[in-house]
């Protein structure tokens, strides 16, 4: 599905060149859910914009196969301040000409789903931080995506609801079954979340370890005592690659 | 509801006040509020309503044209930064010259009818529309632009949606502000040779010695200025109510 070959991305700025991204290779199975992990500023998000086509300027070889829809949900939201609920979620389909039924019927699909059709003709100014990111899931999946690409979604957000909309995440990628890469810099989340996660190292960031989680997607993987070994893997791997960079 | 009582009560405090003095000092330049009122009113289906339609249609016109060339010139600028650098320093040179000392040369090339006048107020608008505009659309969240840009919101789609109503409160504010601007600078060139409008109404007033008829323009030119003022702060919260929540 995903292909990410020696991926090279460096950021002109003031002070001289930046390099974000020094040689980054992996892949992504369809219908796999992918986090990716590291250090802040270690070109997590990045890796994303590319994916997403809105970074263009970078070296190596990416290829997302076949005719894919491709959706991106950011850790802010991005909400239209001045659009509601409904017209927020229904605003991907109406540019793409879709006939009102359709948008009707997908928008009142995913707003049900999500718990948000009460909440309709609310403005994202009159919501909570879960309900605005729910909106964002559900602008995302009315475009019925093959890719679902994620930055940070949960992180603004406080525990009970993070908890609450990973699981959501989980049903929905189970009901659609559609390739989902997930950026992160929770350990705890990448791992309930990640069939593979890629760990990155700090800036400029390199692709550390790859591991795979094949209990991903049980409701019970929270509470398994392997999920606590995986965070515990993880977060040795992480220490020992900011070591590795300051020493 | 309360804010409209409250600006009533002001204007009949104020007209109570302006009642109490003049008949106090009897003056032939201060004449009673009631004397103007009755004046404003009987004058009102003849000359000076005549002359108020004009300067109203005046400023009208002026504020609809500052409109519709400011706000797609400053959307450009604001999203095309090379186009910005080439344009921005001439804009932000003639901003602060004040466009009343140009009155004598558009009416030298313009001629003493409307469009003079119009373009004037047009000039005075366009600025303060222009600049807010621009630097509303340049300033867009990058988060914004992301997450719509990955919608698929592209090209006119993405100005209709996110850049447009992102700057139409600062349109709505420019034009607020800049209403009392157009109409001090529609007065004083409605005082220069011209035969209509209130600008024109109060100069004749004035060499008659006729007071009353003087207060009665005075009255129809801050009325004009309060409704416009209203109007557009009205729009405001109706076109713009996401701001107000």
Redesign the interface.
């Known amino acids: 599905m995903i292909l990410i070959e020696n991926l090279k991305v460096t950021y002109r700025t003031a002070a001289g060149p930046v390099e974000a991204l020094a040689g980054v290779s992996f892949a992504v199975e369809r219908g796999e859910s992918c986090a990716v992990i590291g250090p802040s500023g270690c070109g997590k998000s990045t890796l994303l914009?590319v994916l997403?086509?809105?970074k263009q300027d970078f070296e190596g070889k990416v290829e997302v196969a076949g005719r894919t829809q491709?959706?991106?949900i950011?850790q802010?939201?991005?909400?239209?301040?001045?659009?509601n609920v409904w017209e927020n979620v229904a605003?991907?389909l109406k540019?793409?000409r879709l006939p009102p039924q359709e948008v009707e019927r997908r928008v009142s699909f995913w707003l049900k789903n999500l718990g948000l059709y009460e909440l309709r003709y609310l403005?994202p100014?009159?919501l909570s931080g879960g309900q605005c990111q729910r909106v964002?899931i559900a602008?995302a999946l009315v475009?019925q995506p093959d890719l679902l690409?994620m930055d940070e979604p949960f992180s603004s957000l406080d525990a009970l609801t993070r908890e609450a909309l990973q699981e959501t995440l989980l049903e929905i990628w189970q009901e659609t079954r559609c390739t989902i890469v997930l950026v992160t810099h929770s350990i705890e989340e990448a791992v309930f979340l990640g069939q593979k996660v890629v760990l990155l190292s700090p800036r400029p960031g390199r692709v550390v370890a790859v591991y795979t989680h094949p209990l991903v997607g049980d409701k019970s993987w929270r509470h398994h005592p392997d999920f606590h070994l995986a965070c515990t893997r993880i977060r040795q791997e992480l220490s020992r690659a900011g070591e590795a960079k300051t020493g | 509801m309360n804010r409209y009582y409250s600006s009533l009560t002001a204007c009949l405090a104020l007209l109570v006040l302006w009642e109490v003095v003049a008949r106090s000092l009897h003056l032939p330049a201060l004449p009673p509020a009631s004397q103007a009122l009755v004046v404003f009113f009987k004058e009102l289906p003849g000359p000076l309503g005549f002359n108020w339609l004009v300067s109203t249609y005046r400023v009208l016109a002026g504020m609809f044209l500052a409109t519709v060339t400011a706000v797609p010139l400053g959307l450009f600028l604001g999203r095309c930064p090379q186009a910005d650098r080439l344009l921005g320093p001439f804009f932000s040179l003639i901003y602060p010259v004040p466009k009343i000392v140009l009155v004598p040369l558009i009416m030298v090339i313009f001629g003493l009818g409307d469009a003079a006048k119009i373009l004037l107020i047009t000039l005075v608008l366009f600025f303060q529309i222009l600049l807010p505009v621009r630097d509303g659309a340049r300033h867009l969240s990058s988060y914004l632009v992301d997450a719509v840009t990955s919608l698929g919101v592209r090209g006119l789609a993405f100005y209709r949606h996110v850049v447009f109503p992102a700057v139409l409160p600062e349109v709505l504010t420019g034009l607020r502000v800049a209403s009392g601007t157009a109409i001090a600078v529609l007065f004083f060139a409605e005082t220069i040779a011209s035969q209509e409008g209130l600008g024109y109404y109060l100069l004749d007033a004035w060499t008659r010695y006729a007071y009353p008829d003087l207060y009665a323009g005075v009255l129809a030119m801050s009325l004009l200025g309060f409704a416009l003022h209203s109007f557009l702060e009205w729009l405001e919260h109706r076109l713009c109510h996401w701001k107000y929540l």
């Not at chain 1, 802010?76 to 659009?83: A, C, D």
């Open positions: 914009y997403a086509g809105l491709i959706a991106l950011l802010h939201f991005g909400l239209l301040p001045w659009k605003l991907g540019v793409r403005y100014a009159q964002a602008r475009l690409l």
